[in-house]
């Protein structure tokens, strides 16, 4: 018998509506359950993560779960939280994103055990591809009034929101497309559910209604709550836009950073919708981080869950390592072993200089490299004072006036970290 699914997300914090009788239908067998994604990028970000995240626990309650890639509504738009239509995009690009984004499931859902309940990925393109125009508005547009589909929240906010140009007849189909994603799954896959965001509610029970009529048959839907920080700003994003999934996009360290500076109210929510740990797991750290909260332990517990999941234990240690350079824990030698990417997004904004290589040859005197090679100090004479103040470290080690930079001293082949005090960085990148 699978374990019980709705209970699973209650105590996660993970349901914001849910159809009548779907607790039972699901503890009663085996089931399969369906959430969209967008293609248009060639990443998911931790916006996803809430929809994958219910999939990921409906598969370990041993059910069956279907990652539907949206190749036909991705070239539509949907309007649910939307002001504007989106760019469409040809197939080629559509593919590769799919391929894409089947990698980055991969990591949270099982699709090659060979399971019963094994995951499997759709593309809706393929089989709206074929349906023409005349088709569709005859075998699925007849069963859905206009009236049903302008009461829906995501319609009648986009037509009566002021400032906007309205709503296009492409995106008012949108919905239609959805549910007929729904039918199509419900007849060829035995799909019997349908997850996504609360704003999805909408859309999904459009689905439900056309299986009802077309297909002679009962689907479900579910919602989970959309993801706020507790400060009113936006989940999933950080100053420099999303926080991305592959690791191209978002460096693990960047990515790791995101959630170990999550507030101490939003990771005791986060640490229930995003990990995996069970709920005597979770209970047992949240009452350990109220006892010492500025141990930060859900923080970093959290940090260290959802960045395996995503990368790996390895670059998960790496992070670790790179945090702890900027808090003084670390050594040269842990300075030297960063690749340049995690070495610059640590020291994102420090200053920098070049110089030639041919300056390290015969040694560059450290006078030289903090004031009149790079300008890190004003003078010679504030160099020469720093350093008998024992305030001047290179790549985090205390150095004296004698001391001369080599090429042994550079980090990844080309940058060497000078340091005044605790806080006041320099790069020197070696050309």
């Known amino acids: 018998m699978p374990k019980n699914f709705i209970e699973e997300l209650t105590w996660r914090g993970m349901i914001h509506d849910v159809m009548p009788d779907t607790e039972t239908h699901l503890n009663e067998a085996m089931r399969a359950a369906y959430v969209g994604f967008d293609p248009t990028a060639d990443s998911l970000h931790i916006g996803n993560l809430v929809p994958i995240m219910l999939l990921a626990f409906f598969q370990r309650c041993g059910h069956k779960p279907v990652a539907l890639v949206g190749g036909a509504t991705g070239m539509i738009g949907d309007p649910s939280g939307k002001s504007s239509e989106r760019n469409l995009l040809d197939e080629k690009t559509l593919r590769h994103n799919q391929e894409c984004v089947r990698q980055q499931l991969s990591q949270f859902l099982d699709f090659s055990s060979g399971a019963e309940n094994e995951a499997v990925m759709v593309n809706n393109y393929d089989w709206m591809k074929e349906f ?217 904004g420090v200053p920098q200089a070049e110089i030639s290589s041919t300056e390290l040859n015969n040694g560059l005197d450290i006078i030289g490299a903090l004031a009149e090679k790079t300008g890190f100090l004003k003078s010679n004479g504030e160099a020469r004072r720093a350093l008998k103040e024992n305030s001047i470290s290179v790549n985090k080690e205390k150095v004296g006036e004698d001391f001369q930079i080599t090429s042994t001293d550079l980090i990844n082949g080309q940058f060497v970290l000078l340091q005044r005090g605790k806080k006041n960085y320099f790069i020197i990148k070696v050309v």
């Not at 896959?189 to 056309?210: A, K, P």
């Not at 390895?314 to 702890?324: L, Q, R």
């Open 132 to 348: 023409s125009f005349l088709d569709f508005i005859r075998d699925v547009g007849k069963h859905i009034t206009v009236n049903y589909m302008m009461a829906k929240d995501s319609v009648k906010n986009r037509i009566s929101g002021e400032g906007n140009d309205g709503m296009s007849f492409t995106e008012f189909t949108y919905q239609l497309v959805q549910g007929y994603d729904f039918l199509h799954l419900f007849k060829n896959h035995d799909c019997t559910l349908q997850m996504g965001g609360s704003d999805q509610w909408g859309n999904i029970t459009t689905g439900t209604e056309l299986i009802r009529r077309i297909g002679n048959g009962k689907g479900y839907a579910l919602t989970c709550p959309l993801i706020t920080k507790s400060d009113g700003s936006k989940f999933g994003k950080s100053e420099g836009g999303n926080v991305w999934l592959d690791a191209n996009r978002t460096s693990p360290y960047k990515f790791y950073q995101y959630w170990l500076n999550t507030s101490d109210e939003d990771a005791e929510k986060y640490i229930k919708i995003f990990t995996f740990l069970d709920k005597t797991t979770v209970e047992g750290l949240v009452a350990e981080h109220k006892e010492a909260p500025h141990m930060r332990l859900l923080q970093k517990r959290l940090a260290q869950e959802v960045t395996i999941t995503v990368h790996s234990e390895e670059e998960y240690e790496n992070a670790v390592k790179a945090s702890e350079i900027l808090f003084g824990k670390s050594t040269s030698e842990d300075l030297k072993n960063l690749n340049e990417k995690t070495f610059l997004d640590v020291f994102e």
